[in-house]
């Protein structure tokens, strides 16, 4: 049997669709685990009553306090019966065949994990693209533990190779316990962390190049929503995956990593030129007191490029305002680049 946790908060607009995708899949030995993470949104509620008492493979766990979609997976996960377990969000869909086409290769392989592709969508439900399997020249095959971590587990560490998304992936329900998933806290990047924490005791990895999964595009991560979190949840996360990566032995992620991390404030940094532009002094100086951790002091030393050293040294100087300077004005260039490609293409179209 395979078990799909459907995590839910105040999703009601997009819900009914989504869980109308799940009920119907060609796939019947289905075990579905609405986790209502206290919705406050009446019509989210009447949706997941509907569904409930539709359908008697559904089952509810209704939170009394929200705790956020890590602590909601987790739940479900503990909770479950099946052999196999699925992750959907509440505002996604799936095709009609995707948990038949999945649980095929499970059976025809043995894998313990198997990865589909993606269909973004936007909001309004229209195909965006189809995702590329990280590095778009792997082909459909299976990958064996050695090779899954000497090669691929780098995915998890700042390297596009395979997607570290929980979503589109049927796993074997025992990786769960095997690795004793706790909850991150983190509040953006938590499937990324479990997954992290479940793949080094995956065996065989399948990955299929067949769309499994619809992901609506919702609001971008460096909008003004996310960047009051922005620092404390990346710091979090950086510390979670150093830890990760001592606990597995796997030193040839650190310098990607700390390059993930360069990478992440020039990020704070743009997200905060567009998004705060009233409040650029007060968000330096949030960059500043962070810049106060200690972990910031030994990244200089592993950059290979002349520009991310430059950053690093700053990093590790606590120069926060000079790091701003130097972001901004690196930004500014590659527009202005981008902006003479444009009217150079529109200048040699034909009239």
């Not at 009394?64 to 505002?91: C, M, P, T, W």
């Not at 490029?305 to 790091?323: N, P, V």
Request: net charge neutral.
């Amino acid at each position: 049997m395979l078990t799909v946790i459907v995590p839910i908060y105040n999703t009601g607009k997009y819900l009914d669709k989504c869980l109308s995708s799940v009920v119907g899949q060609s796939y019947r030995d289905l075990e579905i685990i609405l986790v209502n993470d206290c919705s406050t949104d009446q019509n989210t509620i009447n949706v997941i009553q509907k569904w409930v008492k539709q359908d008697n493979r559904i089952s509810l766990i209704d939170k009394k306090q929200n705790e956020g979609v890590d602590k909601a997976r987790i739940s479900g996960i503990y909770s479950s019966h099946g052999d196999y377990l699925s992750f959907v969000d509440s505002d996604d869909w799936l095709p009609y065949d995707a948990f038949e086409s999945m649980m095929q290769k499970v059976e025809e392989t043995g894998a313990d994990m198997v990865k589909g592709k993606f269909a973004n969508m936007w909001l309004n439900g229209l195909l965006k693209k189809v995702s590329d399997l990280g590095d778009s020249s792997i082909e459909e095959r299976e990958i064996l533990h050695d090779e899954l971590m000497d090669k691929y587990y780098l995915s998890f560490f700042g390297v596009n190779i395979v997607p570290v998304s929980l979503c589109g992936t049927i796993f074997r329900r025992s990786l769960f316990i095997d690795a004793n998933i706790q909850a991150s806290g983190l509040k953006f990047g938590e499937d990324l962390v479990m997954n992290m924490r479940v793949f080094p005791f995956v065996k065989k990895y399948y990955q299929m190049k067949r769309v499994v999964y619809c992901y609506r595009q919702g609001l971008p991560i460096m909008s003004g929503k996310y960047l009051d979190k922005w620092l404390s949840n990346f710091n979090n996360l950086y510390k979670i995956k150093m830890q990760q990566i001592k606990d597995a032995g796997y030193d040839k992620a650190i310098f990607y990593q700390n390059v993930e991390l360069v990478n992440y404030l020039k990020s704070f940094v743009n997200g905060c030129n567009r998004h705060r532009k009233g409040r650029i002094s007060e968000s330096i100086d949030e960059l500043q007191q962070e810049l106060k951790d200690p972990m910031y002091r030994n990244i200089a030393a592993s950059m290979k490029s002349e520009k991310m050293k430059i950053m690093a040294e700053m990093l590790e100087k606590g120069d926060a305002s000079g790091f701003w300077s130097y972001v901004t004005e690196q930004n500014k260039q590659g527009m202005s680049f981008q902006m003479k490609l444009v009217e150079f293409v529109y200048s040699v179209l034909p009239n």
